[in-house]
Nanobody
Framework: QVQLRESGGGSVQAGGSMRLSCVASGPYVSIGWFRQAPAREREAVAVVTKNGNLEYGHFVEGRFTISKDSVRNKVDLQMNNLSLEDTGMYYC??????????????????WGRGTQVTVSS
């Protein structure tokens, strides 16, 4: 079974940038990022499918970019112009699907442990 390892979280001031990485130990079809803030539901941030399709959450508004490195079997999430609302635990997840609703957490079968992102004013 594939295992996921996230890295790159930390603290940053509002307006700053941060890059998250997720390395997968095995094969997958689609890989994406979710996030969860305290007392809020987990929400989908971005996904890239095996055929290269990209999807982003409505709140991204052009600030984040997801990219996949198939050679290193990893996916990065570049986050720019971060705001306080972006604070949360960010999780990498993989799914076996090629199409369909990408933002449903139940469609992802394996999750990483998460990496904390804290944006301060």
């Amino acid at each position: 079974q594939v295992q996921l390892r996230e890295s790159g979280g930390g603290s940053v001031q509002a307006g700053g940038s941060m890059r998250l990485s997720c390395v997968a130990s095995g094969p997958y079809v689609s890989i994406g990022w979710f996030r969860q803030a305290p007392a809020r539901e987990r929400e989908a941030v971005a996904v890239v499918t095996k055929n290269g399709n990209l999807e982003y959450g409505h709140f991204v508004e052009g600030r984040f970019t997801i990219s996949k490195d198939s050679v290193r079997n990893k996916v990065d999430l570049q986050m720019n112009n971060l705001s306080l609302e972006d604070t949360g635990m960010y999780y990498c997840a993989v799914g076996r699907w090629y199409t369909g609703p990408w933002n449903r957490a139940d469609r992802y079968h394996t999750w990483g442990r998460g990496t904390q992102v804290t944006v301060s004013s």
